[in-house]
């Protein structure tokens, strides 16, 4: 099984700040098959980008995703008020489908 | 538009069943392999089992091999989830999820487009 580890655990910023958030995996991801959701309270997930830099349909290009291998970044370029969430990666390449343990965003 | 819409959620003792369903609309059901996701209460995501778009192949999480069996019936672009043995630690919101890219994968490869928004499994004495 691939554990995804996640950091930091929560993130306290501004509106208006850059939010850099890391996924690091145990074992190599193939073909980047890798995705970041979002998910806000009492709403399901969102996918937000996927292969490790695409963004998902309809998703601000204030977000972007980078990274291969093992480390995985996702980046939020300017926080809106809307941003503050719980993020969630996860590899969708191999079995078990996995997911980090989260990195929750507030403000400060 | 896509829309997945899960039902069949309750309140079980220990050891007992439940089936949940999810019913999908909006996109050609048959297609694409589904997945079902849980959250604990104040949890992360754990991915529970996934099923290819004819059924033929299925996929289980260690924690509930054995217990859970997942299928769908294409002609009525539903999803289910039977629950066999219910322990405490199945409670959670229980979220099914559409597998994207172009179709007819082997439950690999995608991400979850498309989520529910979940039912509720509360498994307690």
């Known amino acids: 099984e691939i554990v995804l580890t996640q950091s930091p655990g929560t993130l306290s910023l501004s509106p208006g700040a850059r939010a850099t958030l890391s996924c690091r995996t145990s074992q190599s991801i193939s073909n980047s098959d890798l995705a970041w959701y979002q998910q806000k309270p009492g709403q399901a997930p969102r996918l937000l980008i996927y292969g490790a830099s695409n963004r998902a349909a309809g998703i601000p290009d204030r977000f972007s995703g980078s990274g291969s291998g093992t480390d995985f970044t996702l980046t939020i370029s300017r926080l809106e008020p809307e941003d503050f969430a719980v993020y969630y990666c996860?590899?969708?390449?191999?079995?078990?489908?996995?997911f980090g343990q989260g990195t929750k965003l507030e403000i400060k | 538009q896509v829309q997945l819409v899960e039902s069949g959620g309750g309140v079980v003792q220990p050891g007992g069943s439940l089936r949940l369903s999810c019913t999908a609309s909006?996109?050609?059901?048959?297609?694409?392999?589904m997945h079902w996701v849980r959250q604990a209460p104040g949890k992360g995501l754990e991915w529970v089992a996934s099923i290819v778009y004819d059924g033929s192949n299925k996929y289980y999480a260690e924690s509930v091999k054995g217990r859970f069996t997942i299928s769908r019936d294409n002609s009525e672009n539903t999803l289910y989830l039977q629950m066999n043995t219910l322990r405490t630690e199945d409670t959670a919101l229980y979220y099914c999820?559409?597998?994207?890219?172009?179709?007819?994968?082997?439950?690999?490869?995608?991400?979850?487009?498309?989520w529910g928004q979940g039912t509720l499994v509360t498994v307690s004495s």
């Open positions: 909006g996109f050609t059901f048959s297609k694409y392999a």
């Open positions: 999820a559409e597998e994207g890219g172009p179709g007819y994968s082997d439950g690999y490869g995608n991400p979850f487009d498309y």
């Open positions: 996860q590899q969708y390449g191999s079995s078990p489908h996995t």
